[in-house]
């Protein structure tokens, strides 16, 4: 008998029969009770599949009891429709099989690592058959024929048993790793088709074959060589005490300059090759408290300079969607990576829009939270005031869920205390379909730009969400936008004192001490030698051009946009992620000459949230994201929408490149 830990009784299941979703029937009066009216559409899937056995179809309908040969005869038959082999023998007796038996054999079948206490009260106190009944429904092959009750000692039909071969043969069924969500996962490893084991594998395979090899996208720097110990030791913890929660034994994939203990960071310069943190990254810790496995390090821009993902270390991460093109960034290695289904999700950074720009040119879900909801301790910084980390996924509902995990108050970043009762229980509980009916959302025309493909997939967006039931108030007006737009960079000035601290948190075995010793070493991509220049001449923070970017710039930003939303009544704000699509890469690489345009200047002037989405794609397939923008600290109103608006169109599509 399994260790159970939860009590799982609820109200949902009460119309619940033997197998999933089937809807409730009335019983015919006969002496076994089906599993479901021969209307249901899954007894129809299952009839009509050439493989079940002509003895259930022929009796299908009947409601005559099953015998063990003829349910043992559509097992093996299932198992070879699914590619697989069951190696065991059966009874071939020509006696009626009971439920409870049948749910034994089916737990041959299954290898369920943990199942839920559930309350049937008709199954006999100390019944052999009990493990194997909680088992079979743990793995979502078979339930009771109501909510209390399994149906202990009652024959199982033909029909019953055509519909739970149905279901063996798309359990056996290889797991489908490509596009696969969180919860997915967490499904199949909770009923045995999956384990965290066999799911790094797969992840480690497809980086193998399209990261080093085919397209060879360049956006992994490092693997994890623990990844397959660490997942085994998460299997065997999920089988004796049950999962941590949604994130166990789930692959994630961290932007390098992400300290983390047992891989180097680099921030993508070879001036850090090797270099190791002391200790992880709040985030990195966070989530490997909920049981994620730290998979890779992903390329970025070096240092987080720019937007086109090129590196002294790593050097050109590739676009999956177009091998020519730019893949964004800074984050464009985990950008990258999670389009093309490297791991379950990503994390990134963003000062200047690098979680949002590769979010949009990877056809990705991009979360910037709020300044000071999750801690920014252990990422090597750009402009310390300005600097956020946070998740990079193929859905909203996979980001919210790292957002869960991430977000929160750190003793080790003074400005996570803003955070504290800001930050809900669980973002996903505000996911909602219809999330966009009735919300009022402005439409900031000014940062939309001139590319006409970028505006058309735009334009397109908005009347979607109009037939979602958004109220679109157009082309609202930022307040004091042009003067805004005159100030300078935070990173410009805070860079090379913010870095000079990270080298020093390194301690005395970091490659370097100083940006002044790296800039010395010649360690570092040519393309960033003016930028690295001008940012080391810097000598004070004390300066009243500094102060003006930090406090008036800020104040000016943050007033101008909430008097807007405020006269205008506004839940938030959207306009594109980028005024432009992904340029084709240039590989003298001297510059930055990816344009975004000024939309990423809200999120980054206020410090508040943007939530990226897939909006569509131009008429050569390449992505373009949209942003959800709004107060600090809106994050689960601004996934509300982008949820509302992902389940609405569905515009994710996974690169075809890597299939």
Known sequence: M??????????????????????????????????????????????????????????????????EKDFNDALFAASKAAGASLDMTFSLAEESLSREKAA????????????????????????????????????????????????????????????????VYKYLLPFTLPEASITEMQKAM???????????????????????KGPALNAILTLNPEAIHIAKALDAERAERGPRGPLHGIPIIVKDNIDTVDMPTTSGCICLEGAMAPDDAAQVKKLKDAGAIILAKSNLHEFAFGYTTVSSLGGQTLNPYDLTRVPGGSSGGTGAAIAANFAAVGLGTDTGGSIRVPSSFNSLVGIRPTVGLSSVDGIAPLAHAQDTGGPIARSVEDAALILNATAGYDPNDVSTAKSVGFVPEDYTAYLDKEGLKGARIGIVREVFGTNSEVNQVMNQAIEDMKKAGAIIVDDVKIPNFAEINKYGSLSAWEFKFNFNDYLKSLGAEAPFHSLDDIIKSGKYHPSNEQMLQQRNSRESLNSEEYKDILLHRTKLAQEAILKMMADNQLEALIFPTSANPPVKIDNTQMKEYQNIGEGFKLSSFTFWPTVTVPAGFTSDGLPVGMDFFGRAFSEATLLKLAYSFEQNTHHRKAPELTP
């Not at 009770?33 to 299908?60: G, M």
Request: proline share 5%; aromatic share 10%; net charge neutral.
């Open 2 to 67: 399994k260790h159970f830990k939860y009590v799982f009784l609820s109200a949902c299941t009460a119309a619940t029969l033997v197998v999933g979703s089937l809807s409730a029937y009335a019983a015919p009066k006969v002496a076994t009770l089906p599993i479901a009216s021969v209307q249901s559409s899954e007894v129809k899937e299952a009839l009509a599949q050439n493989w079940i056995p002509k003895a259930l179809q022929e009796k299908a309908g009947s409601y005559s009891a099953v015998t």
């Open 104 to 167: 034994s054999l089916l737990d041959k079948i299954i290898n369920v690592p943990y199942a839920k206490k559930f309350g049937y009260n008709d199954i006999p106190l100390n019944s052999p058959y009990e493990s194997s009944i909680l088992n079979v429904r743990q793995a979502e092959l078979m339930n009771g024929i109501s909510s209390q009750s399994f149906g202990y000692g009652k024959p199982l039909t033909n029909e019953d048993a055509a519909v739970l071969a149905y279901r």
């Open 190 to 212: 909770e009923s045995g088709r999956l384990t965290s084991e066999e799911l790094v594998q797969q992840y480690l395979t497809r980086i193998e074959k399209y990261d080093d």
